[in-house]
């Protein structure tokens, strides 16, 4: 054989396990990388899982590939890629493709995009979550690009994604950038998810009093019920591990400073933009980046607080169940609002129900919940929010009594919930038949001659502050 269907360039950990994941499945792949020897150690690692070409130049990688040619990149996102592109791009002809399969910035998915398209190429940006393990085994994948490029590569790229129910975990996404703008809110999501479930272990080691391999079989337990996901699977084995040298829970020897890549930051900056409240998400990656000011957080520790941090309410866990669920209903509901805005402003046709099912295994929000999200939005895909659907209406009705309980109790205790406060301030904000924005809007026009619309009509109006405080039109 001397010609692939598809190629990968770029063989990293990920591009290495997309590759073999495509040999694997019975694809011959072309694969490249800048630096040969990670060609060559693949395939002398792994040649035998199927069939490689390896290529040690960018033309040799070109001609391995069959036409229409077909290209992964998996490169570092930003200057990389641009790099890749501007050495194969000259190489390539109408009706050929290139798959971006980086966390690139859906903006310059979009750049890149419309640079290519001028050139007849399709460059098809395409989110792609479940880390090294995934991208070997099956993970979610969000192409975005046109719907030609998807015709022909949706069959290669659904028979390597991860399958529910012999269900694809992947779908097209929509135009130009779609699939990395759903990847970024994939992300921010995932912050929001990872920190409501760390701060219910801290409210189950603080206000419960538990020992973390005690937390541990509870979110066991809590796994086999509707909070069934990858997260709090994987929580509840770091919480049983013990750290070998000191003997010590490991969680105690890690250091509380939180990092992160930026994908969730860009949620949020993506999210002001569009003016989309997401505070979960923002609360999430706030708390990252307040875990990592260690000097305000030195020159705080001595300030006056509850004296007795960790209490013994060993019945606050069915609560803390309950606030979990809550907050988790109401941070999806806000990135499955940010996905809404974007494909608006940016003109793409988002299938959110299709979102839902293909982030239901391969990627790290996987979840049982997310098939009640994707029914939600099968049901009524025109939805303004999740909230509404009767499932999470009730779900979250049942849950007020300890939702609210939790965040009071937290409160108390001074053990810090901003998840789970700020999930609730959400919920009851949306909810309010009035809110206190008027008080705002009248400031405003007060000290900015802002104006303002009243309860009826869409007329604006501006009142003399200063003077005889009499209303005029504005
Ligand atoms: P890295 O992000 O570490 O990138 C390393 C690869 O980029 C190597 O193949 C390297 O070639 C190549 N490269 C660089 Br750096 N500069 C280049 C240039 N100017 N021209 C050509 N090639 C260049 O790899 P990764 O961790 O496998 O991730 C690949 C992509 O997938 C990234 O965009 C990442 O954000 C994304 N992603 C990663 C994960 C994950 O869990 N790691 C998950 C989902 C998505 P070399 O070998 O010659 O240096």
Wanted: aromatic share 8%; net charge negative.
């Amino acid at each position: 054989m001397d010609r692939a269907p598809i190629g990968v360039t770029g063989l990293a950990v990920m591009g290495r396990n997309l590759a073999r994941n495509l040999a694997r499945h019975g694809h011959a792949v072309a694969v490249h990388n800048r630096t040969t020897a990670k060609t060559d150690a693949l395939v002398a690692e792994f040649g035998d899982e199927g069939t490689f070409l390896p290529a040690r130049t960018a033309q040799e990688f070109v001609d391995a590939l069959e036409r229409p040619r077909k290209l992964i990149i998996m490169v570092k996102a930003g200057r990389p890629t641009d790099a890749v592109i501007e050495e194969f791009a000259p190489l390539l002809e109408p009706g050929d493709m290139i798959v971006d399969g980086g966390n690139a910035h859906f903006l310059d998915t979009r750049r890149r995009e419309a640079e290519l398209r001028e050139r007849g190429v399709h460059f098809v940006g395409t989110g792609i979550s479940g880390g090294e393990e995934g991208a070997l085994e099956g993970p979610s994948i969000m192409p975005g690009g046109s719907r030609e490029s998807y015709a022909a590569l949706g069959p290669l790229l659904e028979d390597i994604s991860a399958k529910v129910d012999g269900s694809p975990c992947c779908a097209h996404v929509g135009a130009d950038g779609a699939g990395h703008f759903v990847k970024m809110v994939h992300n921010g999501i995932e912050y929001a998810d990872m920190q409501l479930i760390a701060e219910s272990y801290d409210l189950l080691r603080h206000a419960a009093g538990l020992e973390p391999v005690a937390v541990a079989e509870v979110f066991r337990t809590w796994n086999t019920g509707r909070l069934e996901s990858y997260l709090i699977e994987i929580t509840a084995e770091v919480l049983a591990h013990v750290d070998a040298a000191s003997g010590e829970p490991f969680v105690d020897v890690v250091l509380d400073q939180a990092e992160q890549k930026g994908t969730g930051r860009w949620t949020v900056q993506t999210a002001l933009e569009l003016g989309v409240p997401v505070p979960g998400i923002g609360e999430a990656v706030f708390a990252r980046s307040l875990s990592g000011a260690a000097d305000v957080r030195a020159a705080a520790r001595g300030l006056p607080g509850p004296v007795h941090r960790t209490g013994a309410d060993s019945g606050i866990a069915d609560a803390v169940e309950q606030a979990l669920y809550a907050s988790k209903i109401v941070a999806y509901a806000q990135g499955f609002h940010q996905i809404q805005a974007g494909a608006a402003e940016y003109g793409w046709d988002i299938d959110s129900a299709a979102m839902a099912r293909i982030w239901r295994g391969g990627c790290i929000i996987r979840a049982r919940f997310l098939d009640d999200i994707r029914r939600a939005y099968e049901a009524d895909p025109a939805t303004p929010t999740l909230l509404t659907d009767d499932h999470f209406a009730a779900a979250l009705g049942d849950a007020q009594d300890a939702w609210r309980h939790v965040v009071g109790k937290a409160a108390a205790l001074g053990i810090p919930t901003p998840g789970f406060s700020s999930a609730l301030a959400y919920y009851d904000a949306l909810r309010a038949e009035r809110l206190p924005a008027a008080l705002i809007q009248a400031q405003r026009d007060f000290f900015g001659a802002h104006t303002y619309r009243h309860l009826t009509g869409d007329a604006v109006y501006h009142t003399l502050w200063s003077g005889d405080r009499s209303e005029v039109t504005g």
